[in-house]
């Protein structure tokens, strides 16, 4: 399984796909040490979805495969 990390627009499509758990709440819980932290974080209307897939779904290479993968394997976006 690999960790990816989606956010989702108001109109339920995919607007971005991150590797990793990229929340800002998961990044505060692995800590950075002094390293500068940063996060994903949902706008308004949006909303962030980390999720564990195969990880034939999370080598692709093509947005658009990759997309439609997503939206199959976790029932998000239309």
Excluded: C, W, Y
């Excluded at 990793?20 to 940063?38: I, Y």
């Excluded at 209307?45 to 997503?70: R, Y």
């Amino acid at each position: 399984m690999s960790k990816v990390t989606v956010i989702t627009g108001a109109d339920g499509k995919i607007a971005v796909i991150g590797h990793g758990h990229l929340s800002e709440a998961s990044v505060r819980k692995t800590g950075g040490g002094s390293q500068p932290m940063g996060g994903l974080r949902a706008g308004p209307g949006q909303k962030l979805h980390e999720l564990d897939l195969p990880e034939d779904v999370s080598n692709l290479a093509d947005f658009g495969l990759l997309q439609k993968k997503i939206q199959t394997h976790a029932k998000i976006g239309a």
